[in-house]
């Protein structure tokens, strides 16, 4: 069982510039999460994808951030005209679909490290 | 709003004491319960989730759930140096599956002294 694969690991890039992080998930989940961490908080969603269909964007999604699971497999997060405040470690998480009871256990992956100059 | 508290610590136990992590949450729909450990500058590593009311062990942890006190808590027994690191506390409301996404504390910090 391969886990979840984030690229690149690092990515350093000058204000301004755009990004694309890559995410594969675990092949047999159908649902995929974005999350952000900066220093000393938790994770926060980001946006979350079952199959290609994206679900829901939280309020941090803002114009500048779009993502794409075009074949239900592996997603895509680009950010426009970065700024110091995307800074961030950017997660990726995936997990089976939840039944009408209990949520499913989400993996996540070794992140992207965005750091803005 | 819906959060989720934790006491970032650190707290420090010595090596072979149990570690008690306390998390509580504000929705009273939040169904189910995640505990995370996260080293630092790594991504966090899922070790104990719980639905119902109780306990759950496996193996070293335990995870306790009050849903009346809107209360989760991982205990760790006879911890280690290696169990260092910031446990992050994790509920997901999942209203018949339509919400998917996990609301995180901002982690405890657990030092283990040898």
């Known amino acids: 069982d391969t886990g979840v694969s984030q690229n690149p690991r690092h990515k350093i890039t000058k204000r301004g510039q755009n990004v694309t992080f890559r995410c594969d998930p675990i092949?047999?989940?159908?649902?995929l999460y974005w999350y952000r961490q900066t220093l000393g908080q938790g994770p926060e969603f980001l946006t979350y994808?079952?199959?290609?269909?994206?679900?829901?964007k939280s309020r941090l999604l803002s114009d500048r951030f779009s993502a794409e699971r075009p074949k239900g497999s592996f997603s895509t997060l680009e950010i426009q005209r970065t700024e110091q405040g995307d800074s961030a470690m950017y997660l990726c998480?995936?997990?089976?679909?939840?039944?009408?009871?209990?949520?499913?256990?989400?993996?996540f992956g070794d992140g992207t490290r965005l750091s803005i100059l | 709003q819906k959060e989720v508290e934790q006491n970032s610590g650190p707290l420090s136990v010595p090596e072979g004491a149990i570690a008690s992590l306390n998390c509580t949450y504000s929705?009273?729909?939040?169904?189910?319960f995640f505990w995370y450990r996260q080293y630092s500058g790594k991504s966090p590593e899922l070790i104990m989730f719980?639905?119902?009311?109780g306990d759950k062990e496996d193996g070293r942890f335990t995870a306790q759930l009050n849903k009346a006190s809107q209360y989760v808590s991982l205990l760790i027994r006879d911890s280690q140096p290696s169990d260092s690191a910031t446990y992050l506390c994790?509920?997901?409301?999942?209203?018949?599956?339509?919400?998917?996404?996990?609301?995180f504390g901002k982690g405890t910090k657990l030092s283990v002294k040898p």
């Open positions: 929705d009273r729909g939040s169904q189910s």
């Open positions: 994790a509920v997901n409301l999942n209203y018949g599956g339509s919400q998917g996404n996990l609301i």
């Open positions: 994808f079952q199959n290609e269909a994206q679900l829901e």
């Open positions: 092949s047999e989940h159908n649902r």
């Open positions: 719980i639905y119902s009311n």
């Open positions: 998480a995936s997990s089976l679909v939840p039944g009408t009871g209990n949520g499913q256990p989400q993996h």
